[in-house]
Nanobody, 125 residues
């Protein structure tokens, strides 16, 4: 499966962005699509994940309420709506896909076998 992210950019604190991840190349029916991020000089961390069939979601600690993951099956696209952005949200955001994930594995990077190139989000005034 191929994943292409878009929607990153520069935004002021308190602003919003919506990232998109378009998936192609195989059936998505057994996949989870997740978002991870890597702040400058830090390790990659879990943001959110959604199961393609059924729509079960999971979020990283403290992100639910500001970030919302969703999907559009007609467009093979997963979105990450990010609101009330803070400077500490600055990172490269990656889209990833993994198959047949159980819920407890939604936030584990090694559960995902395919990764996009990433899109940079910078939150700064």
């Amino acid at each position: 499966v191929q994943l292409v992210e878009s929607g990153g950019g520069l935004v002021q604190p308190g602003g919003s962005l919506r990232l998109s991840c378009v998936a192609s190349g195989r059936t998505l029916s057994d996949l989870n699509v997740g978002w991870f991020r890597q702040p400058p000089g830090k390790e990659r961390e879990f943001v959110a994940s959604i199961r393609w069939q059924g729509g079960t979601t999971a979020y990283g600690d403290s992100l639910k309420g500001r970030f919302t993951i969703s999907k559009d099956m007609s467009k093979n696209t997963v979105y990450l709506q990010m609101n009330s952005l803070k400077p500490e949200d600055t990172a490269v955001y990656y889209c990833a896909a993994g198959s047949r994930l159980i819920y407890s594995m939604f936030g584990v990077p090694s559960s995902y076998t395919h990764w996009g190139q990433g899109t940079l989000v910078t939150v700064s005034s």
